[in-house]
């Protein structure tokens, strides 16, 4: 399938939510047709050194709601519904990317672990449940929550922390589960102690 493509210095996974504010004509008119067309886009982190800017691997994302913020843009909250590769990457005359999309398992461990919160992983999904709480942007987006899951509380946290996008991809891609859960804990332990 062909999407449009989105490129932003974000990082974003499976079941995450984010906002966007748009205001260039050609994302206008990308919003414009994915809501006409009821057809998603992917947004994918923006790459300093690739074709395009565009990187290997994205969410495919649904617009979910929309509103105008107090300068009078577009605001879109989406939500990732899955990892896609893209291939074949190209622009329009807008300037506006466009990709073949192929679906793929990434990042491995979000699909291979999930488990349950053990006794030694509660302190992360009650830290990151204190978190939302505390924010109402994130208890206003996530209309679904999932504390109970290992592999969406450690996703949320690598979205949500004040790290490099390059760490978190590293960590979501070319790390291990165990490896990314150990990062976690060592934050979020001394974070939170």
């Given at each position: ?19 966007l ?7 206008l008119?990308m919003?414009?047709?994915?809501l ?10 923006y790459?300093?050194d690739t ?5 290997a ?34 622009q329009?005359?807008?300037?506006l990317?466009?990709?073949?999309l ?16 053990s006794?030694d ?17 994130l208890?206003?987006l996530?209309t ?16 949500l ?16 589960f ?11 332990n001394?974070?939170?102690?």
């Amino acid at each position: 399938m062909k999407r449009a493509i989105f490129p932003l210095p974000i990082f974003v996974l499976p079941e995450g939510y984010t906002r966007l504010r748009i205001f260039e004509p050609r994302y206008l008119n990308m919003v414009k047709t994915a809501l006409q067309n009821n057809q998603g886009f992917v947004l994918c982190t923006y790459q300093h050194d690739t074709p395009f800017n565009i990187s290997a691997q994205g969410c495919l994302v649904d617009i979910i709601d929309f509103d105008q913020d107090t300068s009078n843009m577009l605001l879109i909250d989406v939500y990732a519904c899955k990892s896609v590769q893209i291939n074949d990457v190209y622009q329009d005359e807008d300037s506006l990317r466009h990709g073949l999309l192929s679906e793929c398992n990434t990042p491995y461990w979000y699909n291979d672990s999930n488990a349950d919160i053990s006794p030694d992983n509660q302190r992360l999904a009650d830290s990151l449940h204190n978190v939302f709480i505390n924010n109402e942007e994130l208890l206003t987006l996530y209309t679904q929550t999932k504390f109970d899951n290992l592999a969406w509380v450690a996703a949320r946290w690598l979205e949500l922390l004040p790290i490099s996008i390059d760490k978190k991809q590293q960590l979501a891609f070319e790390s291990n589960f165990a490896n990314l859960l150990n990062f976690l804990h060592t934050v979020i332990n001394n974070e939170f102690a």
